[in-house]
């Protein structure tokens, strides 16, 4: 019994001190472990959770998201996270690499935590809460993009090969799965008050901040360097106005409903592409580069990163539609308020977290014994079959099926993240770790910007076509005189589409009061109601999703062959730590 006791003493004891030191500790990697998903986790719900949320911040700083001059405040509320984070990981992977990995790490959790404090205690309203939210959120992609950069890389050095994939594994899905909670999580915490969607952020950063100084240690290779100054600045130029100018060109310019034509974004598109190009010469000529381009010689690598990209654009873009789908169609036609929507939206969607956290782990740990890319390949097949269920599913569609399909949809998710995630990371030399993570993470992060871009632009180019037509007829037939139908029906599809994404009806406010008094009180009660909306822009949107959804079978299905590239054989197993010559 004695010794009984003695023995759980020092288990227990020895799990203490893998928590407050000893990095050579058996239990040190648990740790570490730990503290990264919970890093991960915190950093990637924030990517959604304003997202989700957007119609409660707004009202809660009074500004109007639909009015033409507050749109950009609307794109940078949803962008700004996502692109700095996209912009600033490799560097922050680099930084690691050069001064310890756990040291920046440690450093985005503090960041994080105070910003989450600033953004709850927006003292403005309007145009200047905006301002004070887009640039508390900026600063507090900084500290997210540390946590990022640099969490997949400090579990590669406390695991070993054989258990790397299920560690990633469950860093990985919590980061992805954390995209998702954020929208239940969002629209739970918005519904009481706006402000608790950052509030939520502080006891776990507290924690996590303090745990992640005590527990954590650099267990790799580091070698101290100068910085690429040069090519810090030009990528984040260069990717900055690409990714700008792509997000910017959803607004309409000169009478197009779209802005393509658009002097600066054609700018921000263009300059962006010369100054990456710049910045790629750097790269090539510089000792020690951020960006250590050698690395694409890698197939593992290279595939790899391919593969994640096309996985993140058509993810983003998957949820950026099935939000507009429920809160601006399906939930009102089923009797939900709009101001109720953003909460059910998050409920409604669930499964599709379920779908991702139930493959996620095992994925991993299945691919540490049978290998990665079957895995991979497979989660991104099943992805492009629940596209194709989504796109033959009627807009007014029965819950279950949708369900089903959204659930598949996480499924095939998790089934990639982590083989896809071990794949890259195991492929690259131990002390370019921090920088393949940063690379790795810039795709992911860049593909759910560019998502904006790309499926709203899709969508726009399939509801213009229709919609102006159902606006005219459904408005004339409530007996809004012709000439008012038709200004309304000519208005940029932008509008209709930011509406149905937030959960609004803008009827009311596209005829204004003066008109709604001067029809039927029954024709102005339907056209203010909660059906007459969604019926409206259900076919249009139906048309639009077609597009979107086509594109992201074919982004799965190209990432799901790019999954099964087979490395060189020279490059099969743990890869030699070596710098790889740039290409």
């Known amino acids: ?256 409903s779209q802005g393509w034509t658009n002097p600066w974004v054609l700018t921000g598109l ?90 996620g782990p095992i994925s991993g740990h299945l691919s540490d014994k049978y290998g990665p890319r079957l895995f991979a390949a497979s989660g991104l097949i099943i992805m492009a079959l629940s596209f194709g269920g989504l796109l033959i599913l009627p807009t007014d569609f029965s819950y279950w099926a949708f369900a089903l399909l959204v659930f598949l949809n996480g499924l095939g998710g998790g089934l990639f993240a982590a083989p896809n995630t071990s794949l890259i990371m195991s492929s690259v030399p131990a002390h370019l770790r921090g920088a393949a993570s940063g690379m790795r993470a810039t795709f992911q992060n860049a593909g759910m910007v560019l998502s904006i871009g790309v499926f709203f632009s899709l969508m726009i180019a399939g509801l213009s076509g229709s919609l102006p037509g159902s606006l005219s007829s459904g408005l004339t037939a409530q007996g809004v005189p012709a000439d008012a139908a038709g200004t309304i029906a000519n208005l940029p599809p932008v509008g209709t589409l930011f509406a149905a994404f937030l959960g609004y009806n803008p009827i009311q406010s596209l005829l204004g009061p003066q008109l709604l008094n001067q029809l039927p009180a029954a024709n102005a009660a339907t056209l203010t109601g909660r059906e007459f909306f969604p019926h409206l822009v259900s076919g249009p949107f139906h048309d639009g999703l077609v597009i979107v959804f086509w594109l992201a079978i074919g982004m799965s299905l190209i990432g799901g062959l790019a999954s099964l590239i087979k490395p060189a054989k020279h490059q099969i197993g743990e890869t030699a730590p070596q710098t790889p010559a740039a290409p």
């Open 270 to 359: 263009i300059g962006g592409v010369v100054v990456l190009a710049i910045f790629t010469w750097i790269e090539r000529h510089v000792s020690e580069p951020m960006f250590p381009l050698g690395l694409f010689r890698i197939r593992a690598f290279a595939s790899g990163n391919v593969a994640g990209l096309l996985a993140s654009i058509a993810r983003g873009g998957l949820q950026f539609m099935l939000i507009i789908w429920l809160q601006g169609i399906w939930l009102p036609l089923h009797g939900y308020s709009y101001e109720s929507t953003p909460l059910w939206a998050g409920i409604y969607l669930l499964p599709l977290t379920v779908g991702f956290l139930a493959a």
């Open 1 to 256: 019994m004695t010794d009984t006791l003695e023995a759980s003493g020092a288990s227990k004891s020895g799990f203490r001190g893998a928590l407050s030191g000893g990095k050579d500790h058996p239990h040190y990697k648990w740790v570490a472990l730990s503290n990264t998903t919970l890093g991960m986790l915190i950093a990637t719900i924030n990517s959604s959770i304003v997202l989700i949320s957007l119609p409660a911040i707004f009202n809660g700083i009074h500004l109007n998201p639909l009015s033409p001059g507050n749109v950009s405040y609307l794109l940078w509320m949803l962008m700004g996270y996502m692109l700095v984070s996209a912009v600033l990981v490799v560097t922050l992977g680099r930084l690691g690499d050069m001064y310890g990995r756990v040291r920046i790490y440690n450093l985005g959790f503090a960041l994080f935590t105070i910003t989450s404090i600033a953004l709850s205690l927006d003292p403005f309203d309007g145009a200047g809460g905006a301002l004070w939210l887009i640039g508390w959120r900026v600063l507090q992609a900084v500290g997210g993009a540390m946590l990022m950069a640099n969490s997949a890389a400090i579990l590669t050095d406390a695991f070993p090969a054989a258990q790397r994939g299920m560690a990633l594994g469950v860093n990985i899905v919590a980061g992805i799965a954390g995209s998702f909670i954020g929208l239940v999580l969002g629209g739970l915490l918005a519904e009481w008050n706006w402000r608790a969607i950052f509030w939520v952020n502080v006891p776990i950063g507290l924690i996590g901040t303090v745990w992640a100084y005590r527990s954590l240690h650099d267990t790799g290779l580091r070698r101290p360097g100068r910085v690429d100054w040069w090519g810090n600045v030009t990528f984040a130029l260069g990717l900055t106005a690409l990714l700008a100018g792509i997000t910017y060109g959803i607004q309409p310019y000169g009478g197009h």
